[in-house]
Nanobody, 115 residues
Framework: QVQLVESGGGLVQPGGSLRLSCVAS????????RGWYRQAPGKERELVAH???????NYGDSMKGRFTISRDYAKNTLDLQMNSLQPEDTAVYYC?????????WGQGTQVTVSS
């Protein structure tokens, strides 16, 4: 079993920055993919970014150039640096981990971008 706990969400003004973190614990294998999805009210969940165990990254189109995903293998942490935030980035952000064809999810953290 794997547990994921997110932190770092909150309220930020347009143009501001936030850093999300996700700590994983439990039975974590060396080969996995970790990432972030987000879901805004009335919208489908969408990919924010993911990173494989060999460091390959992929971003959603609207996140490219603004968001940066990174992971610390020793600490089992996953970070998402979000810059130039806009109101349309408002959503609940979910951390996930995929290993052995199974997905694990965190409880989500709210990010609100508003003046």
């Amino acid at each position: 079993q794997v547990q994921l706990v997110e932190s770092g969400g909150g309220l930020v003004q347009p143009g501001g920055s936030l850093r999300l973190s996700c700590v994983a614990s439990g039975s974590i294998f060396s080969i996995n993919t970790r990432g972030w999805y987000r879901q805004a009210p009335g919208k489908e969940r969408e990919l924010v970014a993911h990173i494989t165990s060999d460091g390959n990254t992929n971003y959603g189109d609207s996140m490219k150039g603004r968001f940066t995903i990174s992971r610390d293998y020793a600490k089992n942490t996953l970070d998402l640096q979000m810059n130039s935030l806009q109101p349309e980035d408002t959503a609940v952000y979910y951390c996930y981990l995929r290993q052995t064809l199974r997905d694990y999810w965190g409880q989500g953290t709210q990010v609100t971008v508003s003046s």
